[in-house]
């Protein structure tokens, strides 16, 4: 059974880069029946998705983020990997990696998350 | 953007009850490409039910999805004490513009 795990620091001082990695176990990143995402959850709100990859690199990043937002594969950690710059406190939230169902080779649905990252933005 | 609307925002409900969650979608969900997840305090959210109707691996039966178009129902019929949580809809008919409704949150009455 495939399991994620987030990893990276709690804190970020504002305008800087928050760096998160998404370690899988029991699975492959270069799986063809995948596509791997990111989803935020600011303190007692729902849920956005940040954006999602393709092993391949192909990447989709949401149009309110597109501008400071980076993810990459590691294939041979078996990582995925999300940076957004320039943050403010508004981007305090549990950050979720999660594995996308590839549908007919489009994005699908989250089948698998990790536990989610509480990151604070705060001097 | 397809915008995800779940209501009632909270439904208050005994342990036995049949509980009814909404989610309507500002335009037509193609091929039912709707999804639904359970989120407890603390948790990630889990999938319960992919393409409006087919649940998840190891889902009880009690979790029924049902709807089309832009009218979407995730129905639990009768509520255990591990069902109070909050649950959210998502669409991928404009994949890769995932979206999430707002969620609804079942709580004991």
């Known amino acids: 059974q495939v399991q994620l795990q987030e990893s990276g620091p709690g804190l970020v001082k504002p305008s800087e880069t928050l760096s998160l990695t998404c370690t899988v176990s029991?699975?492959?990143?270069?799986?063809?029946?995948?596509?791997w995402g990111w989803i935020r959850q600011p303190p007692g709100q729902g849920l956005e998705l940040i954006g999602n990859?393709?092993?391949?690199?192909?990447?989709y990043y949401n149009p309110s983020l597109k501008s400071r937002v980076t993810m990459s594969v590691d294939s041979s950690k078996n990582q995925f990997s999300l940076s957004l710059s320039s943050v403010t406190a508004a981007d305090t939230a549990v950050y979720y990696c999660?594995?996308?169902?590839?549908?007919?080779?489009?994005?699908?649905?989250?089948?698998?998350w990790g536990q989610g990252a509480l990151v604070t933005v705060s001097s | 953007e397809i915008v995800l609307t779940q209501s009632p925002g909270t439904l208050s409900l005994s342990p036995g009850e049949r509980a009814t969650l909404s989610c309507r979608a500002s335009?037509?969900?193609?091929?039912?490409?709707l999804a639904w997840y359970q989120q407890k305090p603390g948790q990630a959210p889990r999938l319960l039910i992919y393409?409006?109707?087919s649940r998840a691996t190891g889902i009880p039966d009690r979790f029924r999805g049902s709807g089309s178009a832009t009218d979407f129902t995730l129905t639990i019929t009768r509520l255990e004490p591990e069902d109070f949580a909050v649950y959210y809809c998502?669409?991928?008919?404009?994949?890769?513009?995932?979206?999430f409704g707002g969620g609804t949150k079942v709580e004991i009455k």
């Open positions: 999660a594995r996308n169902f590839r549908w007919f080779g489009d994005v699908g649905w989250f089948d698998s």
């Open positions: 029991g699975g492959s990143v270069t799986s063809g029946s995948y596509y």
């Open positions: 990859i393709y092993y391949s690199g192909g990447t």
């Open positions: 335009q037509s969900v193609s091929d039912n490409y």
């Open positions: 393409a409006a109707s």
């Open positions: 998502q669409q991928y008919s404009s994949s890769p513009k995932l979206t």
